[in-house]
């Protein structure tokens, strides 16, 4: 039988996981001394073609930050050209409900790659940016167009 102090931990966990999941379209690419940045291989492919995006999260500041973050602090995403969200499919992934500590020294990159897969795409222009959340800090970068053809 659960106590009311396991039960009260584990609701703000998984409060906590979900909260540093979602995205927030209007956050900006810098804060606290951290800075999200954006590559991606190619900005012009067949459709068909793969792409790899890669996310970075900078420590700009002169000391190590620390954050608890949920399963997933980096993310992508994909608008079509109306704005729909096209990756992922639905307009959100769905993180796991696990905490993590983020360390980066000063000066310090964290980066995380993904492979989008154009394949099941239509030919025209899309746009691609990224996101990072915890701890109240919220980042996102500035759209990267990509043109599918």
């Known amino acids: 039988m659960m106590t009311t102090m396991t039960r009260l931990l584990l609701s703000t966990l998984v409060i906590v996981a979900a909260l540093?999941?979602?995205a927030e379209p209007l956050a900006p690419p810098s804060a606290r001394g951290l800075t999200l940045g954006l590559t991606l291989t190619r900005t012009s492919l067949?459709?068909?073609?793969?792409?790899t995006i890669t996310l970075t999260l900078t420590n700009t500041s002169p000391h190590?930050?620390?954050l608890a973050?949920?399963?997933c602090p980096l993310?992508?995403?994909?608008?079509?050209?109306?704005?729909?969200t096209v990756v992922p499919a639905?307009?959100?992934w769905f993180c796991i409900a696990i905490l993590k500590r983020l360390v980066l020294p000063a000066g310090q990159p964290e980066a995380a790659s993904f492979t989008w897969n154009t394949r099941s795409f239509s030919t025209?222009?899309?746009?691609?940016?990224g996101t990072f959340s915890a701890e109240g800090i919220h980042l996102q970068?500035?759209?990267a167009p990509v043109q599918l053809n």
């Open 141 to 143: 970068t500035p759209t």
């Open 90 to 92: 639905g307009g959100d």
């Open 46 to 51: 067949q459709v068909g073609q793969a792409d």
């Open 64 to 66: 190590t930050v620390s």
């Open 69 to 71: 973050a949920g399963g």
């Open 75 to 84: 993310l992508f995403y994909v608008k079509d050209a109306g704005g729909a």
């Open 20 to 22: 540093g999941c979602r």
């Open 124 to 129: 025209g222009i899309y746009s691609v940016y």
